[in-house]
């Protein structure tokens, strides 16, 4: 298809399904019934994305993706016309100041601000910092509170390298956000960025002689709803959590999963109570349980939790799926895409129930994200 | 002529296209020859070094026929008529 006729078929299409690869982004479009999927791709051939935003605050309609060579570095690109055309070349985006000591390896999560600021945004990257940029991710600077946080030093890399991977934002606070690292945990700020407290009482550190540290957690993922921001979900190397109070205490809620062991965690659009994971047999075997390709879902805040799997393998699925693989969209009737380490995305229109296989051959799946054009 | 920069395919878009930059001031190292480089196209230059001034990993940088890593890294001397050669190393997956 040419690409003036994608972009003028897609700009007809209500819903975008974000996926980044090793090799490339890829972005899937659809309407809002979400049956018929168009693939287009890869953007950014050869080169590693594993974080992709939309934004379409201030009416905007950009995507923002972390891409990254293997060569030549990270960097954030950006398009204003979906993909058809990318900002760029251009200076390295995302630098850390030369007094750091510190290089960017890699963008780990791209997160448009609150709805009020809409031209600001945050990015998490490795080694772990957070940047902000305020020109809607023309430009960025480094969070200096964190960048100078007196734990850094004892921070210490897990499997992916010390990567801030995970951006809470309080919606109608403007002072309180909430980040986690692997492998130090979750902090939050409550004075916008000055100072930063870690906040894992409860939460196992299962590598470490004493389990239950401040700091030094490998926490996995985090979630909630924008409607009740104090009540997080959090998956954990080792554990799945609630806190009702913003992270200042944490509860096992693993009631009812086959593993606690995972990466993949995901609010739903709509119902602050309703949370879906999907499990990890453990970190030594890193495919899920018993071969079987569920997706499990709760409805009461973890208080019991339930398989979905209408549509997906239940057999022989060596799958799994990374911290940033799991995603919904806003329609009344949520959609939910996942991603795999081998290159299939599946798809739901129903909240999770039936699930089809929207591509089943793409390079390992590092992130999917969704828009849907117009929704605010 | 005193110093020449031969980029890979990959970089020339930070160039505006041009595959070899000329230098015409003389720089006595690697790491001048780049920095003339980056006061012209700062971007090319940042995907070669980190923002801590190295040499990315999987970066090679020859002078003449020989790889700096064998020679002095980015304090290797280049001399009038050097041809520096950028090539992106044997990596991927």
Not at chain 1, 218 to 240: I, Y
Not at chain 1, 256 to 280: E, K, L, N
Not at chain 2, 57 to 74: K, P, Q, T, Y
């Amino acid at each position: 298809m040419l690409d003036w006729q994608l972009h003028t078929s897609r700009m007809r299409q209500s819903t975008l399904v974000l996926v980044g690869t090793t090799k490339g982004a890829f972005i899937l479009s659809s309407d809002d019934a979400r049956e018929e999927w168009t693939v287009d791709g890869p953007h950014f051939p050869g080169e590693a994305v594993y974080s992709i935003a939309y934004d379409q605050r201030a009416g905007r309609s950009r995507l923002l993706v972390g891409v990254h060579s293997n060569h030549w570095g990270a960097t954030v690109r950006l398009s204003d016309d979906l993909g058809r055309s990318w900002s760029g070349p251009e200076r390295q985006a995302i630098r850390f100041p030369e007094s750091s000591g510190l290089s960017l390896a890699q963008v780990w999560q791209i997160m448009p601000g609150r709805p009020d600021e809409p031209d600001v945004v945050y990015a998490g990257v490795e080694p772990a910092a957070l940047f902000r940029s305020d020109d809607a991710g023309e430009s960025w600077a480094p969070v200096e509170g964190l960048l100078n946080h007196e734990h850094r030093a004892r921070w210490m890399p897990g499997g992916g390298g010390l990567c801030l991977h995970t951006i809470v934002l309080d919606p109608s606070n403007r002072d309180r956000m909430a980040i986690a690292i692997s492998t130090a945990g979750f902090y939050r700020t409550d004075d916008g960025g000055a100072t930063w407290r870690p906040r894992n009482a409860g939460v196992r550190a299962v590598f470490l002689p004493d389990k239950y540290p401040e700091f030094g957690q490998c926490v996995h993922k985090v979630t909630h709803h924008a409607s009740r921001p104090e009540r997080l979900f959090l998956q954990n190397h080792w554990g799945l959590y609630r806190s009702d109070d913003w992270g200042d205490s944490w509860q096992d809620v693993a009631n009812g999963v086959p593993s606690d062991f995972g990466f993949a965690i995901q609010s739903h659009p709509h119902d602050p109570d309703t949370v879906y994971v999907i499990p990890i047999q453990s970190d030594e075997f890193r495919v899920v349980p018993g071969a079987q390709l569920r997706v499990y879902r709760t409805q009461d805040a973890g208080a019991t939790w339930g398989a979905l799997d209408d549509g997906l393998p239940q057999a022989h699925a060596f799958e799994s799926v990374l911290r940033d693989g799991l995603a919904v969209d806003t329609h009344p009737r949520a959609g939910v895409y996942f991603g795999t380490r081998s290159g299939k995305l599946y798809g739901s229109n129903d909240d999770g129930e039936t699930w089809k296989t929207l591509a089943d051959a793409l390079p390992p799946i590092c992130c999917v994200k969704t828009g849907v054009i117009g929704a605010t | 002529m005193a110093v020449s920069v031969v980029l890979p395919r990959a970089l020339t878009p930070y160039a505006h296209g041009a595959g070899t930059v000329q230098l015409d001031a003389s720089c006595a190292t690697v790491r001048e020859a780049l920095g003339q480089v980056a006061a012209r196209w700062p971007a090319l230059v940042d995907r070669v070094l980190t923002e801590q001034g190295e040499l990315r990993r999987h970066v090679n940088i020859f002078v003449g026929d020989e790889s700096i890593a064998f020679l002095d890294g980015l304090s290797t001397a280049v001399d009038e008529g050097t041809t520096i050669t950028i090539v992106p190393a044997v990596s991927g997956g």
